[in-house]
């Protein structure tokens, strides 16, 4: 008699694992991302926690309706479950125990309460809103700093880097890919060029977010074969599908999770490893670049003999941390002119120039032409070309003053053009090299 075997469960056909997959992912449609929520769905439901629609129970029973995090509205909880939440959610501040993370080292000197309300105060204005003398008063100011420090001194410094050919090469890639891949290449090529990939040294990734700079960066170094040279990754967010996971060589990346206003770099002991530092961003976000500046420069244990940093967002910059305060104050500028500013950067890469109020009621008089739409107050004083170029121009101005306060501390620094326009409108980079060079602890 032969002997009996276990029956072989039949293999999942794709259309089996497909809908398998639909039944088991939320159906919360996610319009900024224009695609279905990826969440697993609650047992008996199809929508995941986060999206799950009131329920008769949650209407007759506050307690089991689900309202934004306080810490951060980005995610939901139950409100019968917010006090225990709030004792466990990764958004909130949590008491440090390492060295290297020191409270608010960075965040630049605190501003005394009038300073700060009228800070405050003025986040509130609407450029709609400004009189005619303040409003142009603004702007001539910014356009006579830039003529006298910035107009055609910018130079292109279009490169590529070797090890990106193979993935450039993909004609399959979308646009979005292969804008950030060029970009990538180009910050590797700049520093192939100025001789940074060298040995005994530790490349710092400020704001590294998913990490694709960090990868193949820390590819180059493995191909180059450079003894004792690593790639630290600096974030304040722990974040999924990290591209410097899919390293071979993973010893050659250390991610550490700090806000950049809190680090200090001198402690971290990763940096003890090597002879020098070398700071790197790909779009650092308004205030992290002053953060990242004040992190470099503050601590006189830890120098950094190189820095490049992709420009980005001046409409998050703040009075507080912004390092060039010194300059612009010395040209004439206000705290409040400052806050005016960064509200017209934005003029720069806005595209239409039209607010998203402005879009939705547009589309909706597209949608709906019987209906009769209100006319909307003319509230710009500028044509849109006027505008994209004020923007610009306020950011280069911002940018000069970071320049300033580099170059006080020890620094040559410039503004370049790394790839062109059609690749980003945010294309310029920081870029400075230290005067004086230091060798780090292990090295003195």
């Known amino acids: 008699m032969d002997d009996a075997s276990p029956a072989k469960k039949p293999k999942m056909t794709k259309d089996i694992q497909h809908d398998t997959q639909a039944a088991a992912s939320c159906a919360h449609w996610v319009h900024r991302k224009k695609r279905f929520c990826k969440m697993t769905v609650n047992k008996g439901s199809l929508f995941c926690g986060a999206h799950e629609p009131p329920t008769e129970e949650s209407l007759?029973?506050?307690?089991?309706?689900?309202?934004?995090?306080?810490?951060?509205?980005k995610h939901t909880v139950f409100k019968?479950?917010?006090?225990?939440?709030?004792?466990?959610?990764?958004?909130?501040?949590?008491?440090?125990?390492?060295?290297?993370?020191?409270?608010?080292?960075?965040?630049?000197?605190?501003?005394?309460?009038?300073?700060?309300?009228?800070?405050?105060?003025?986040?509130?204005?609407?450029?709609?809103?400004?009189?005619?003398?303040?409003?142009?008063?603004?702007?001539e100011k910014v356009k006579q700093l830039y003529d006298t420090h910035i107009a055609g001194k910018i130079e292109e410094m279009h490169l590529q880097h070797a090890s990106l050919e193979e993935p450039l090469s993909h004609e399959e890639y979308g646009l979005e890919t292969r804008k950030h891949l060029l970009q990538t290449s180009a910050l590797l090529g700049i520093?192939?060029?100025?001789?940074?990939?060298?040995?005994?040294?530790s490349y710092i990734e400020f704001g590294a977010g998913k990490g694709q700079l960090a990868f193949y960066l820390a590819t180059a170094l493995d191909s180059q074969q450079l003894v004792n040279a690593q790639v630290v990754l600096v974030d304040r967010l722990s974040l999924r599908h990290k591209k410097d996971n899919?390293?071979?060589?993973?010893?050659?990346?250390?991610?550490?999770?700090?806000?950049?206003?809190?680090?200090?770099?001198?402690?971290l002991p990763e940096l003890q490893r090597t002879q020098r530092n070398v700071a790197l961003s790909k779009h650092l976000c308004g205030a992290a670049t002053d953060l990242t500046l004040r992190c470099i420069l503050g601590d006189a244990s830890c120098s950094t003999d190189y820095v490049l940093i992709a420009l980005c967002c001046h409409h998050r910059c703040s009075w507080?941390?912004?390092?060039?305060?010194?300059?612009?104050?010395?040209?004439?500028?206000?705290?409040?002119?400052?806050?005016?500013m960064t509200k017209m950067v934005s003029w720069a890469v806005c595209g239409t120039g039209l607010s998203r109020e402005r879009r939705k009621a547009m589309a909706e008089a597209e949608a709906y032409p019987q209906k009769e739409q209100p006319q909307p107050e003319p509230t710009q004083r500028l044509n849109r070309e006027e505008r994209e170029l004020i923007g610009y121009q306020c950011k280069r101005v911002?940018?000069?003053?970071?320049?300033?306060?580099?170059?006080?501390?020890?620094?040559?620094?410039?503004?370049?053009?790394?790839?062109?326009?059609?690749?980003?409108?945010?294309?310029?980079?920081?870029?400075?090299?230290?005067?004086?060079?230091?060798?780090?602890?292990?090295?003195?």
């Open 80 to 139: 019968r479950k917010l006090a225990k939440h709030l004792t466990i959610c990764n958004a909130r501040e949590q008491a440090s125990t390492v060295p290297y993370i020191v409270r608010n080292i960075n965040a630049g000197e605190e501003l005394e309460f009038d300073s700060q309300q009228e800070i405050d105060n003025c986040d509130k204005l609407k450029l709609h809103e400004l009189e005619d003398a303040e409003f142009y008063g603004v702007i």
């Open 320 to 340: 507080r941390s912004y390092v060039g305060k010194a300059w612009l104050q010395a040209a004439g500028l206000t705290p409040r002119q400052f806050v005016i």
């Open 246 to 267: 899919k390293l071979t060589k993973k010893e050659l990346v250390q991610r550490i999770r700090a806000d950049i206003a809190d680090l200090k770099m001198s402690e």
């Open 60 to 73: 007759e029973n506050s307690d089991a309706e689900r309202i934004p995090c306080p810490l951060d509205p």
């Open 191 to 201: 520093l192939e060029h100025d001789n940074q990939l060298s040995e005994n040294t």
């Open 398 to 444: 911002l940018d000069y003053g970071r320049l300033e306060h580099l170059r006080a501390n020890g620094y040559e620094a410039s503004l370049k053009f790394f790839v062109p326009r059609d690749v980003t409108l945010e294309n310029v980079i920081l870029l400075a090299r230290r005067v004086n060079l230091k060798c780090n602890k292990n090295n003195s």
